[in-house]
């Protein structure tokens, strides 16, 4: 499937930029696939305002896949979209994708044949290959569907990628967008320079996965230098370009507020004026982000933290992983309670109050 075969609304809401919560995985208490509120999870984004879906990804745990919940997981949400929301309403739904090459052309098929519209594909799995073998393998599951580029942070498993694979990835046609997610301002820039010089600014969109720096991620302009072609008269050109949108597992909690903050940096990204009250916005987010990710000890809670808010506020029924080690860390509950405390105008905790029996029905 080509990008160009996606609905015109569906790349238009992509391009524009919108808010795409990481979604996560609903248990119960034997750690069983819970569907009921994995569907409340699904209705509380779209209702949210949520513009797309990324299911399947880290934060929905990439063990689902051993657990063969890959496709029953895909299933639901897509489900959830086409009998909560009206048929003409454009949700992206992206699917996850991972493994090394045969596993991740197998999923994006799986993710195609469920409606999915593009693949965001983890590379993880490929640790040790060379620039070569990874556009080789990206090129051959681009053959099946779109694909959204990750840069998924070397903390929690991924792996370095040079401006030159950028560059690179960045010229495969059916490429449509990229989850800058590295945590790190260095290796943010080598995106945006390798999609400058592939010249492919205008066909990929950039979405911040930095949950550390989302706000500055939306508001801040990137100007890059690209050589002119000698038929265009050589020399230098400026390339200004922005990150449109997120696609976060921090925005798979608190997304009403979310969808507001980010409709807020995008009109004063536009405008090209923001004050110190929107910048001061950055350093809140990501207290509070410090909180849930458990930076304190190596990220090792982040999955179980987004579970704990949600619990919190009664979306889920409790915290559980499929990896029964891993959980809320040391500290971390209370860290969760302090940012809830002092960022309590930043939470939706009243929106889900309202309407939580009725997405659990």
């Not at 990835?169 to 945006?192: G, M, S």
């Not at 608190?254 to 990204?269: D, E, G, I, M, S």
């Amino acid at each position: 499937m080509h990008r160009s075969a996606l609905p015109a609304a569906i790349l238009a809401e992509l391009r524009r930029g919108t808010v795409i919560p990481a979604h996560p995985l609903a248990l119960d208490a034997q750690r069983r696939f819970d569907p009921r509120r994995q569907r409340a999870l699904t209705r509380y984004y779209l209702d949210a305002g949520a513009g797309g879906l990324a299911v399947g990804v880290h934060s929905t745990q990439f063990a689902i896949r051993e657990r063969g919940l890959y496709q029953p997981v895909l299933q639901t949400a897509m489900r959830a979209v086409r009998e909560w929301c009206a048929p003409e309403r454009p949700v992206v739904m992206i699917a996850g994708l991972a493994g090394r090459t045969s596993q991740a052309v197998a999923e994006a098929w799986i993710a195609r044949g469920e409606g999915y519209h593009c693949g965001m594909l983890s590379l993880a799995a490929m640790k040790g290959a060379s620039v070569e073998e990874l556009i080789e393998h990206c090129r051959a599951v681009a053959d099946v569907m779109p694909l959204v580029g990750f840069y998924l942070q070397p903390a929690v498993g991924g792996i370095a990628l040079p401006a030159s694979f950028w560059q690179r990835f960045a010229e495969i046609d059916n490429v449509v967008a990229i989850k800058i997610a590295p945590f790190d301002r260095y290796k943010t820039l080598d995106v945006v320079r390798g999609v400058v010089a592939a010249g492919a600014e205008e066909r990929v969109t950039l979405y911040t996965g930095n949950d550390d720096h989302i706000v500055l991620d939306l508001l801040q302009p990137f100007a890059v230098k690209r050589a002119r072609a000698a038929a265009a008269g050589g020399g230098d050109e400026t390339v200004t370009v922005r990150i449109k949108g997120g696609l976060l597992g921090h925005w798979s909690v608190w997304t009403k507020t979310a969808v507001a903050l980010h409709a807020r940096a995008q009109a004063a990204a536009d405008a090209g004026r923001f004050g110190a009250d929107l910048l001061a916005l950055d350093s809140r987010v990501t207290d509070c982000n410090s909180a849930f990710f458990d930076v304190a000890n190596g990220f090792a809670g982040c999955i179980a933290g987004c579970h704990e808010v949600l619990r919190r506020q009664g979306l889920l029924e409790g915290i559980w992983c499929l990896d029964p080690a891993e959980g809320l860390s040391p500290g971390q509950a209370d860290a969760i309670t302090r940012v809830c405390h002092e960022h309590a105008d930043l939470s939706d905790d009243a929106f889900v109050a309202a309407n939580l029996e009725r997405w659990l029905g």
